[in-house]
């Protein structure tokens, strides 16, 4: 096994390339009734352009996608970009269907080494995320804002949500954690606010992107689950 898996399976285990978490994606919610035609992906990762390949690939099978986060993966769009999203889903036949996917991201190395990539054309890695790293620094030098900088609204707000000062994370993995719990906690709260299962299937998948070296991606996957017009949350078995 190579350095690079080891840190893998060992930081994130059963984590798989992301082409293949895609494939499971689409044969489970096919078997849920869910096509390209009546589908609206609305997809909460970071704007990093590390994870533009997974938004074109999830595209490419169902369509064009709405984005719901910012940095770090959490939805930033606030009430009236949810408001906009929930208007797009398709039903010119009836109920239609919503694929959310959410995701917090992470890079690792080939060295082993955890939160940098090494991006095209840069000579040394950087951090990965870039916008939890730097709440993951200013949490353990003791600078974490105290309040919402206007300035930084994304980043500001972030830190306020995902760090308590007085116990802050041990590590980049712990914060990334933090970052999947926030964000699919922001989803549900949204969809189920707005009832969108009343007139809609709903579908949301989560977990963590994982950046490897030269443009590989792999995804950790944690929860997947689906909610019919009953409005009852089940958890979604997939292989």
């Known amino acids: 096994m190579s350095i690079f898996d080891k840190a893998l399976q060992t930081t994130f285990p059963g984590a798989v390339p992301s082409d293949e978490y895609l494939a499971t994606v689409r044969t489970t919610?096919?078997?849920?009734?869910?096509?390209?035609e009546r589908t609206l992906p609305l997809v909460s990762i970071c704007r990093d352009e590390l994870t533009t390949d997974f938004f074109a690939a999830i595209q490419e099978i169902w369509g064009p996608a709405f984005t719901l986060a910012g940095l770090g993966g959490v939805p930033a769009l606030g009430r009236t970009g949810w408001d906009a999203a929930f208007s797009h889903i398709p039903n010119d036949n009836g109920r239609g269907a919503v694929l959310v996917l959410g995701f917090p991201h992470i890079g690792i190395e080939d060295d082993g080494a955890i939160g940098v990539t090494l991006r095209p054309g840069q000579t040394t890695p950087t951090s990965t995320c870039g916008a939890l790293s730097s709440i993951q620094q200013r949490a353990s030098d003791g600078t974490l804002p105290t309040e919402v900088d206007v300035e930084d609204y994304e980043a500001t707000k972030l830190a306020l949500r995902l760090v308590d000062p007085d116990k802050p994370p041990s590590s980049l993995v712990d914060l990334t954690i933090a970052?999947?719990?926030a964000l699919e906690l922001d989803l549900w709260s949204a969809l189920d606010a707005a009832?969108?299962?009343?007139?809609?299937d709903?579908?949301?998948?989560c977990g963590v992107q994982i950046h490897g070296h030269g443009g590989r991606d792999w995804i950790w996957p944690r929860d997947a689950w689906f909610t019919g017009g009953d409005g009852e949350r089940r958890r979604v078995r997939h292989s």
């Open 195 to 200: 009832r969108v299962w009343h007139d809609h």
């Open 202 to 205: 709903v579908t949301v998948w």
């Open 179 to 181: 970052a999947l719990e």
């Open 29 to 36: 919610i096919e078997d849920l009734g869910y096509t390209r």
